[in-house]
Structure formats: structure tokens, C-alpha cells
């Protein structure tokens, strides 16, 4: 059973950092790409980042490029997101996500998810406010 557990999330001020954690079980966690993605209460999901098996190829969205940075550890199966730089605008509930082969990864990453489904996790809040 594919389990996802997010956390990290809390309040932080605008300029600050926050650095988001999960923790992955049920599935060989070094043969899947993943990513994490961010919906807002009436907006749809958008990925925000995205990472190979091997970690050595990233994606990022516009709207987080250069302020996040996301890395993994495949002997710990565990995924971050570092946060820096936050704006209010990047207040949401974050969800890890796995996005199956390498060789999908992009393709995947550039396409809105429509719905979660048992390969993300629940979510972890992050509201960024001073």
C-alpha cells in the first residue's frame, strides 16, 4: 500500500523559509520520479517541482523557480521541498506526489493534474503571512 506522509508545513512570514518532508513507504521509492505539487481553495493542483530517480535532473514551476529547491533521499525515501524567499501568494496545502518513470517526467510535470489519487499524499498546510 502506497503511503505518502507530508510534513513541515506551518506559518512563516513573507522572506522566510520553511522546508517541506516526505516520508514514502509501500513502493521502490529510488524507481519513481516525484514531484510536489500545490492547490489553493477553489484553484485547481499545479505542480510546483518535479525530480528524477536519481535526483540529477529537477523541474520547477515560473512561479517557484529560483526560491525552491526540492531533493531527495533514496536510502531514507524521503523527498523535501526548501522553501525560501516565501510570498503570501505561495500560501497552500503542499502534496508529494510520485510521477511514475524518468521517462515521464516532464511530460507529466507539464501537465495539470486533474485529480489526486492513492499515488499523493494528504497534504501538509503552509501559510505564508505576516
Known amino acids: 500500500q502506497v503511503q505518502l506522509v507530508e510534513s513541515g508545513g506551518g506559518l512563516a512570514q513573507p522572506g522566510g523559509s520553511l522546508r517541506l518532508s516526505c516520508a514514502a513507504s509501500?513502493?521502490?521509492?529510488?524507481?519513481?520520479?516525484m514531484s510536489w505539487a500545490r492547490q489553493v481553495p477553489g484553484k485547481g493542483l499545479e505542480r510546483v517541482s518535479a525530480?528524477?530517480?536519481?535526483?540529477?535532473?529537477?523541474l520547477y514551476s515560473d512561479s517557484v523557480k529560483g526560491r525552491f529547491i526540492i531533493s531527495r533521499d533514496n536510502n531514507q525515501n524521503t523527498l523535501y521541498l526548501q522553501m525560501d524567499s516565501l510570498k503570501p501568494e505561495d500560501t497552500a496545502l503542499y502534496y508529494c506526489?510520485?510521477?511514475?518513470?524518468?521517462?515521464?517526467?516532464?511530460?507529466?510535470?507539464?501537465?495539470?493534474?486533474?485529480?489526486?489519487?492513492?499515488?499523493w499524499g494528504q497534504g501538509t498546510q503552509v501559510t505564508v503571512s505576516s
Open positions: 509501500g513502493f521502490t521509492f529510488r524507481d519513481y520520479a
Open positions: 525530480i528524477s530517480t536519481d535526483g540529477s535532473v529537477t
Open positions: 506526489a510520485v510521477i511514475g518513470p524518468d521517462g515521464s517526467m516532464r511530460q507529466q510535470f507539464n501537465t495539470p493534474p486533474r485529480a489526486r489519487n492513492n499515488w
